[in-house]
């Protein structure tokens, strides 16, 4: 079944249960990766199905919330997510300044922060997406 551009995809639909089951394969990837490569690790996220349309993003972001993806592992696989669909974001990370209150967050260009205020980081890497 084709999904409009634009219209939204039931909680439940087989195209957002398929994207849901291809980030839990990217997250194991990116998971198994992360020690030895680091944000390196991008390149061994698969690509999803070309036939997922990208409003079945909801999917994937269930899934990343169940498993409890850190923020790195949910920015290294929202990447692929967006990349294969035409819109291609950065990883960035950002540290706070040193001390008792130190933070370390990564996230996706666009994307606000979710521990703060973007501008309570300082950007200390981009990284553009593994190439499509």
């Known amino acids: 079944m084709q999904h409009a551009p634009g219209q939204p995809i039931a909680r439940f639909a087989p195209a ?7 980030s839990l394969r990217a997250l194991r990837a990116v998971r198994a990766a992360l020690p030895s490569r680091g944000v390196e ?12 349309p990208a409003a079945a993003e909801r999917g994937v972001g269930a899934v990343l919330h169940r498993r409890r993806a850190s923020c790195l592992e ?4 929202l990447q692929a997510w967006h990349a294969a669909h035409g819109d291609p974001r ?4 950002g ?8 933070r370390a967050h990564a996230w996706l260009e666009g994307e606000d922060p979710c521990h703060g205020s973007e ?13 499509v």
């Not at 957002?16 to 291809?22: E, F, Q, S, T, Y």
């Open 119 to 131: 501008g309570d980081f300082a950007e200390i890497l981009r990284r553009p997406p593994a190439p």
């Open 16 to 22: 957002n249960l398929r994207a849901g089951l291809w």
């Open 90 to 93: 950065e990883l960035v990370i």
């Open 41 to 52: 690790s991008a390149a061994e996220v698969p690509p999803p199905p070309r036939s997922l």
């Open 95 to 102: 540290v706070t300044a040193p001390g008792d209150e130190f």
């Open 74 to 77: 949910r920015a290294l696989v």
